[in-house]
């Protein structure tokens, strides 16, 4: 006879870098696939539209910032205090850079 409770996994409190990378390839595509829809909108000088671009533009470079701290092992660290970033937040915001405190701080 086993205990049951040996079967349940401990829920991780940080993401492993295999669904981190899973989560980022989900960003990318999705932002990859926005940019193609602007371009193919046909009005490229719409200001709108070249806003709308920059911002994704960011994104995505962000996100490739993300997978090079993976590669460093430090992704899921704060950048701007050094402590793990919540799991919920990184699943929301998986390329993010900072904690909630110091988005906060990073903003003002
Ligand atoms: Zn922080």
Redesign the pocket.
């Known amino acids: 006879m086993s205990l049951d409770a040996s079967r349940i996994e401990p829920r991780p409190e940080r993401l492993t870098a295999h669904e981190a990378r899973q989560r980022l390839e989900h960003a990318r595509n999705t932002r990859m696939t926005q940019l193609q829809a602007l371009s193919e909108g046909g009005q490229a000088d719409d200001q709108l539209v070249s806003a709308q671009q920059a911002a994704i533009e960011r994104v995505l470079k962000e996100i490739d910032e993300a997978f090079a701290r993976i590669d460093a092992g430090i992704y899921g660290a704060?950048?701007?205090?050094?402590?793990p970033?919540p799991g919920e937040r990184l699943e929301i915001l998986p390329y993010t850079r900072?904690?909630v405190?110091?988005q906060r701080r990073a903003a003002a």
């Open positions: 704060c950048m701007g205090c050094g402590k970033v900072y904690c405190a110091c």
